[in-house]
């Protein structure tokens, strides 16, 4: 069955940085966008960025350009979103989902993965 | 970028009852929505891709119908179950941006 298993909590101080990983299984790797989705506490749903498993390709939001970079490991099917300069605002579950269609990013999501709630305080 | 609305905020129907709600994009997104219901301390879940296509396994009493810059999601005879923040999101092209939420309660 597909599963996307995420790291643990992290406690961060500003201005450091958080890396989440994502591992994903129950599918071919290649096949599938993963994308990164987070929520701030009692807030809705914030998109973050896509990256291709099979390649070189990600896109940001314009919101995080210069802050997020979104890589991947084959070899261990696992992405990861990695998150610099943090500040409070940043307090947030971050969520890894993957493309529902194969090799399009054009494409909803359908499964998550559990979730990693990430802190920034001093 | 364009931006998602969705309308009303919030919305309380009794059992049973037929809800509707809608989302608005700033621009035309054809039909590259996709609605998520996420219920309190959960993850959000693909209900509706492609504006009216139901993810398997979803009930047949959601439905969503739209194309350009406005949709509808519909669930026909609410159920207990259904308390949730409904959220659409755009995925026409990067960012794929999501509405703020409709949040459902039963009255």
């Known amino acids: 069955q597909v599963q996307l298993v995420q790291s643990g909590a992290e406690v961060k101080k500003p201005g450091a940085s958080v890396k989440v990983s994502c591992k994903a299984s129950?599918?071919?790797?290649?096949?599938?966008?993963i994308y990164w989705v987070r929520q701030a506490p009692g807030q809705g749903l914030e998109w973050m960025g896509v990256?291709?498993?099979?390649?070189?390709?990600?896109i940001y939001a314009q919101g995080f350009q210069g802050r997020v970079t979104m890589t991947r490991d084959t070899s261990t099917t696992t992405v990861y979103m990695e998150l610099t300069s943090l500040r409070s605002e940043d307090t947030a579950v971050y969520y890894c989902?993957?493309?529902?269609?194969?090799?399009?990013?054009?494409?909803?999501?359908?499964?998550w993965g559990q979730g990693t709630l990430v802190t920034v305080s001093s | 970028d364009i931006q998602m609305t969705q309308s009303p905020s919030s919305l309380s129907a009794s059992l049973g009852d037929t809800v509707t709600f809608t989302c608005r994009a700033s621009?035309?997104?054809?039909?590259?929505l996709a609605w998520y219901q996420q219920k309190p301390g959960k993850l959000p879940k693909l209900l509706i891709y492609?504006?009216?296509t139901l993810q398997s396994g979803v009930p047949s009493r959601f439905s969503g119908s739209g194309s350009g810059t406005e949709f509808t999601l519909t669930i026909s005879s609410l159920q207990p179950e259904d308390v949730a923040t409904y959220y659409c999101?755009?995925?026409?092209?990067?960012?794929?941006?999501f509405g703020p939420g409709t949040k459902v309660d039963i009255k």
């Open positions: 999101q755009k995925y026409d092209g990067a960012p794929f941006t």
């Open positions: 990256i291709n498993p099979s390649g070189v390709t990600t």
């Open positions: 989902t993957r493309g529902l269609n194969r090799n399009n990013w054009y494409t909803a999501t359908d499964f």
């Open positions: 129950g599918y071919t790797f290649n096949d599938h966008y």
């Open positions: 492609a504006a009216s």
């Open positions: 621009q035309g997104i054809t039909d590259y």
